[in-house]
């Protein structure tokens, strides 16, 4: 029997899929490093779990409205105007399970059959699968390491077809940690106003940013052109360390919205009701924990960066928030580790895993196979060990 040739396009994480590796070798009894995933290594700060406590003691455990908990909702809104400067009404947000199935509902929401995405490169991985699956034409554009990873305009042009439906844009960056300026948002904004195409903002990352100078700026806060063409991505996965509590956020104009409800009615009911009453805790309580997270992030970015420039063949940009070190390896191309050769960031992964016990994700997927992806986001001993191991494969790199 033929299986959907939809789903068969599809390729399977390959970061979670290095999680799982990483994981098998530990169970093994291997001293592993992994600089894989893309998750805070803190744990949920205290009110958030009490609230969630509380919640099931008071039996908050049923259904609730599939666009998520008026409570909730309110609170997304408040978020926005506080943070964001964005006037977002309840009914143009939508609660769904983790951003990543925020991302699925809006291309869902807003593609037909070959409608075209622009996803500018690097990306995360997961947006052109998503693409995909909608039924849409992910058009990758690759940026250059000379623009700090920013699409110029003229690329941006270039991608332009008239099948053209959305650009993706993340700020910052996963996997490169770069953030976009004002100036690269308002040509971005201009690009999309006079196409007339959405662009989806994926602001997952917003409060954890380092550079100094450089702030967080939602394009839809640039005017009412763009705020109506704007997709609004967002969630508590990566700024409150609940990555495994499922809560991602969107903000539309109002006919996404509506569905985007629609559709998660049929496929997901709602979000947890636990976790939502726990989201509610996290954006409405205590601040001072999101910003001792960064800070923790924030000395193991500047060690994690100097470390890595002090290792002769690779190189990268310091990264301006997340969590992530993208790293240039075409450098060690040519050369081998104990009889191996390495021609792709694949390569270098694939031997940095067998030889050193160091997991990092390979960039191919996520449309650079000359870099590699390390996750900081794990402790100052481990990212020493790590970076001890990578700089003793590349120095004995014959
Ligand atoms: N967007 C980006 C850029 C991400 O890196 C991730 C997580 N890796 C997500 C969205 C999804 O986050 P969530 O856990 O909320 O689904």
Redesign the pocket.
């Known amino acids: 029997m033929e299986l959907s040739r939809r789903a068969m396009q599809i390729k399977a994480s390959s ?1 979670l899929a290095i999680s799982a590796k990483a994981a098998e070798l530990k169970a093994e009894g291997k001293d592993m490093v992994t600089f894989g995933v ?1 998750e805070p290594d803190f744990d949920t700060p205290a009110h958030i779990r009490e609230a969630a406590k509380k919640a099931i003691d008071e039996g908050k455990t049923r259904y609730t409205p599939a666009a998520g908990t008026m409570a909730l909702r309110k609170a997304v809104c408040k978020k926005l105007k506080a943070d964001n400067g964005l006037d977002y009404e309840p009914a143009q947000v939508i609660i769904s399970n ?6 699925m509902n809006t291309f869902m929401a807003i593609l037909n059959e070959g409608d075209e995405v622009i996803i500018p490169a690097p990306f ?1 991985l ?1 947006y052109s699968e998503m693409v995909k699956i909608a039924g849409g034409v992910p058009v990758i554009v690759h940026t250059k390491k000379e623009n700090g990873f920013m699409l110029t305009k003229e690329e941006l042009e270039g991608a332009y077809t008239s099948k053209t439906k959305a650009l993706v844009l ?1 700020s910052p ?2 996997p490169t940690g770069m953030i976009s300026s004002l100036k690269d948002l308002e040509m971005i904004a201009e690009f999309a106003v006079s196409h007339d195409i959405f662009v989806i903002s ?1 602001e ?2 917003e409060k954890l940013i380092y550079a100094e100078g450089k702030k967080h700026i939602s394009i839809a806060s640039l005017g009412k052109e763009i705020y109506d063409r704007t997709i609004v ?1 967002n ?4 700024s409150y360390a609940m ?1 495994g509590w ?3 956020f969107t903000a539309a104009p109002l006919p996404v919205a509506k569905l985007m409800a629609s559709l998660q009615s049929h496929m997901a009911s709602n979000p947890n009701s636990i976790a939502q009453e726990a989201t509610v805790a996290a954006l409405e309580g205590p601040q001072e924990c999101v910003e001792e997270m960064r800070l923790e992030f924030e000395k193991r970015r500047d060690y994690i960066y100097e470390r890595e420039e002090a290792i002769p063949m690779i190189s990268a940009l310091k990264p301006e928030g ?1 969590f992530y070190l993208f790293v240039d390896v075409s450098g060690t191309y040519g050369k081998s580790y104990k009889g191996r050769e390495i021609h792709s960031a694949a390569d270098f992964a694939s031997v940095l895993l067998d030889e050193k016990f160091v997991a990092v994700v390979p960039c191919a997927d996520f449309g650079m196979p000359d870099y590699i992806r390390l996750s900081y986001a794990t402790s100052m001993e481990m990212i020493k060990k790590g970076m001890d191991r990578i700089e003793e494969l590349v120095l004995g790199l014959a």
């Open positions: 970061t893309g983790g951003a990543k199935h925020s991302l995360w997961s993340t960056s996963n994926d997952i990352y991505i969630g508590v996965s990566k990555t499922r809560i991602g997340a």
